[in-house]
């Protein structure tokens, strides 16, 4: 018995319009406008809506690779050999997004996220050195200026700021970049990405102007007070 489908009318702007032109144009069937619609609805609605697509080649070479591999007598890591090889033969391309969520997902890091982290890092890595280099006495003038006693990077929320802490997280312990917080618990278990864009509103026109310099106490003092470190 056929599927009963309902006309459904939408209308889309010229930029829409293209970016879905230039979509399915890199399908290997280059589907039609409704159906390129059609499959990138499906892509959006989740895992019980998506498929993962393969070529004759990458199909053949995969098989390949699964057969070196038991040649080789090497066992199955992540990635369960027999599994992909069933997938292929039967033509299941729905599962490996139901099995291995992991690595099959909608989620990709956005540029402006990834350039509010570094942002972000690379703010505190400044007022940490700063920080450290101040003496005992200037310690306890920001202290009472501010109302808090140390300055360190409190990190993203794990559970609402997710996206930004997986990225602080792959940078420092995955690209040994911002080894000062290296080893440290980053996650805040509280939000803070309102904090650090104040705090990056005063940081980065000091920022731009730096000729390999640093922060001053004084603009120390200014970026916390933007933040009302209270709040920590």
């Not at 004759?56 to 369960?80: R, T």
């Not at 890595?125 to 360190?152: C, F, G, N, P, Q």
């Not at 603009?219 to 709040?231: F, G, N, V, Y």
């Amino acid at each position: 018995m056929a599927t009963r489908t309902e006309r459904f009318e939408m209308r889309v702007d010229e930029e829409l319009l293209e970016r879905l032109d230039e979509w399915r144009g890199k399908q290997d069937d280059v589907p039609s406008r409704a159906e390129a619609m059609r499959r990138l609805v499906d892509l959006g609605l989740g895992p019980t809506g998506r498929a993962v697509n393969f070529s004759d080649g990458e199909k053949l070479i995969m098989v390949m690779l699964q057969d070196f591999a038991k040649g080789l007598k090497l066992k199955s890591g992540e990635i369960d050999f027999d599994f992909v090889t069933e997938v292929l033969y039967g033509g299941h391309y729905w599962a490996p997004t139901w099995k291995m969520t992991g690595l099959f997902h909608n989620h990709v890091d956005k540029p402006e996220e990834v350039t509010f982290v570094v942002n972000t890092l690379d703010m505190w890595d400044s007022m940490e050195m700063t920080y450290a280099a101040l003496s005992a006495d200037d310690k306890k003038v920001l202290a009472k200026a501010v109302h808090h006693e140390h300055v360190r990077f409190p990190g993203f929320d794990g559970n609402e700021e997710a996206t930004y802490l997986g990225i602080a997280t792959f940078l420092i312990e995955k690209m040994d970049r911002f080894t000062r917080f290296r080893g440290r618990e980053l996650n805040s278990h509280a939000s803070t990405v309102g904090r650090h864009r104040r705090m990056l509103g005063v940081f980065l026109p000091m920022r731009a102007t730096w000729h390999g310099g640093q922060l001053s106490a004084q603009q120390l003092t200014k970026i916390l007070k933007s933040a009302d470190m209270r709040e920590n």
